[in-house]
């Protein structure tokens, strides 16, 4: 039996105010004076502060991201057209020096994506899958706004395609640099923090129950576990700091672990009816007390306290197709079933099964 | 204020058997027909089964360690040259492509130093403190075949030199990979086994218990110190894992945090008498009641546990000499002290306190 080996990313820096020190990252990647940098950034802090600390220099690109929707390949195939028609028509092609990602799950996602196309040909949907990339990815930097998915430390970056919501999996899609600033999470709108930091507490449900778990995996999730709950069941005052820690624990956590029963469920629900996947996940998870009794009875009593209003009775205008669609999606992702029932899933994962938890979100 | 940029090991594999991964590792490096590798491994593995199970091929070079004193830069030197004088009568002077060190603590940090050396003449003493190091290392793996250093996880390699006891600390010292297969502790002897544990254990309180951590080194060092727990008090079935994890996290830990008074004797303790590191943080831990009740409270417990005969009245043949040198040595460590008590250290750390913990021992 083979281990992974488990590529992270290799410099990090954490700290309030840490966000300043981007500036001095990026001097060392600025080696000649006709290198630029790439900023992509959720336009969400386009007329914030933050804005006027972005250490944007001449020649520098900068694109505001609209994560509206959740990654596509049609759009980070875009921007990466988008850089490489800044590259030609100024920089006589020559690629950024680095590519920053700043903003949520979903802009982290795409300062990967388009890292990785600047030197990988063919578009984003050709890559969808496992270590299917062949070059590494120019020099790419992540800085989350907002915390919970642990994309600051995977090696995916989860992209919809024109047939499937797939990540690009691969050791060269880790960052080589993530800044963790706490007071850059402080203030995130009450119902985004809750959904995107329940992104991060469900997969830790999901992996420490699971069958593919082992003790390295188990030590980062266990304490990402006990960091969500100090974070949203005790308001620790420290809360900022160790919601980011959570998150990227959790991320590491994956390395030797897989995610289950709510993200087989919630990639149906993204993928057929467009829900985010922090909110897609609290949906899904809240029909899941057969499967996580524990999991789900604390995630009721987050709910609660946080007075966080879940949608409810989202099937009702379904269509039958977008019912099946929604069943097929989940049922195909074949290792998660597998950490979840083992290799007998495929007799437990039925179509009844899975049209009984979605008829009830 | 800027915060640490903290370089970590990029690759690490987890698991039993992991360690026959190690010829795929190595394969990725050899890319022509005259690439070699160095092996450089604790000698008490010669006659093992583990020796069978190295994967070394023709033209590499295999140098069994000699760790009976902590390593000294008279000897990483001499190392290097044997290795710079292999190079030059087989290999037309090519460095190898990757340098192995397999061991304990001790044998973590001669195959980063060795590693250092080939590409940054000198000697290593010229490169005893902080960012020193002017060129990147070789390839380098680290395996750990005891655990509770943190020597795999760490920035640093302490080297005993002719005027100090100090580390070569830089980003390039760090391993490009390491290997971690509990399979490898397993067994070893109960005395050495618990002593360099307990360095992670008394580096956790340490540093839990410091002025300069923040909520990243925190949430490392808890985990360590909770897997300590389970290893050391509960005799968990999986006490092999959680003591790899638990090393492997304090070293992670160590990135925004520093040890502290135990630490700082001990040096003494090494510098002066010769004392290995793991057994001189037990002696010297055991004297620190005043400093940190509740983890002295339970390393006794430890102790008691597994039936340990610390070492006691080791003053009683020491001249006043090795004892102002102990002394000088400990007080010389400032940032420990500082870690400790604050900027005021300077009035606290006494000739006489420090004299009367060392005469407790």
């Given at each position: 039996m083979k281990h992974r080996n488990f590529k992270t990313v290799p410099k990090m820096i954490f700290?309030?105010?840490?966000?300043?020190?981007?500036?001095?990252?990026?001097?060392?990647?600025?080696?000649?004076?006709?290198?630029?940098?790439?900023?992509?950034?959720d336009e969400i802090h386009k007329d914030k502060p933050l804005a006027g600390r972005i250490p944007q220099q001449d020649g520098d690109m900068l694109i505001w991201l609209d994560v509206t929707d959740e990654p596509k390949t049609k759009y980070v195939d875009a921007l990466t057209e988008q850089v490489q028609a800044y590259a030609k028509a100024h920089k006589n092609g020559k690629d950024p020096v680095s590519v920053i990602g700043l903003g949520g799950g979903s802009s982290l996602d795409i300062g990967k994506a388009v890292a990785l196309l600047l030197n990988n040909p063919?578009?984003?949907?050709?890559?969808?899958?496992?270590?299917?990339?062949?070059?590494?990815?120019?020099?790419?930097?992540?800085?989350?706004?907002?915390?919970?998915?642990?994309?600051e430390a995977s090696r995916t970056t989860v992209l919809t395609g024109p047939d499937k919501k797939l990540g690009m999996n691969s050791d060269y899609t880790v960052f080589d640099q993530i800044i963790m600033d706490p007071d850059l999470?402080?203030?995130?709108?009450?119902?985004?923090?809750?959904?995107?930091?329940?992104?991060?507490?469900?997969?830790?449900?999901?992996?420490?129950?699971?069958?593919?778990?082992n003790e390295f995996a188990r030590a980062f999730g266990e304490k990402s576990m006990a960091l969500c709950h100090q974070v949203f069941l005790?308001?620790?005052?420290?809360?900022?700091?160790?919601?980011?820690?959570?998150?990227?624990?959790?991320?590491?956590s994956i390395?030797?672990?897989?995610?289950?029963?709510?993200?087989?469920?919630?990639?149906g629900l993204s993928y057929v009816l467009g829900y985010h996947h922090g909110i897609g996940n609290c949906i899904a998870f809240n029909v899941l007390e057969d499967f996580y009794p524990e999991g789900v009875a604390t995630f009721r009593k987050m709910v609660a306290k946080h007075n966080i209003d879940l949608p409810k009775n989202i099937m009702k205008?379904?269509?039958?197709?977008?019912?099946?669609?929604?069943?097929?999606?989940?049922?195909?992702?074949?290792?998660?079933?597998?950490?979840?029932?083992?290799?007998?899933?495929?007799?437990?994962?039925?179509?009844?099964?899975?049209?009984?938890?979605?008829?009830?979100?």
């Open positions: 700290g309030r105010g840490a966000f300043d020190q981007l500036d001095d990252v990026l001097m060392v990647e600025r080696k000649s004076a006709d290198d630029y940098v790439v900023f992509l950034v063919g578009g984003a949907a050709s890559y969808q899958g496992w270590d299917l990339i062949k070059n590494p990815a120019v020099h790419h930097v992540g800085i989350p706004t907002i915390s919970g998915t642990g994309a999470i402080a203030g995130v709108p009450k119902n985004q923090w809750f959904y995107t930091g329940m992104d991060c507490y469900i997969h830790n449900v999901e992996a420490l129950e699971g069958t593919y778990i005790e308001d620790h005052p420290e809360s900022d700091e160790k919601l980011m820690m959570a998150s990227y624990m959790g991320g590491q390395a030797y672990s897989q995610v289950g029963a709510c993200h087989a469920l919630s990639y205008d379904v269509t039958e197709a977008q019912m099946e669609k929604m069943i097929r999606t989940s049922q195909g992702l074949a290792p998660l079933w597998d950490n979840v029932y083992g290799p007998s899933w495929k007799e437990k994962v039925t179509p009844e099964l899975l049209r009984g938890l979605f008829s009830r979100m």
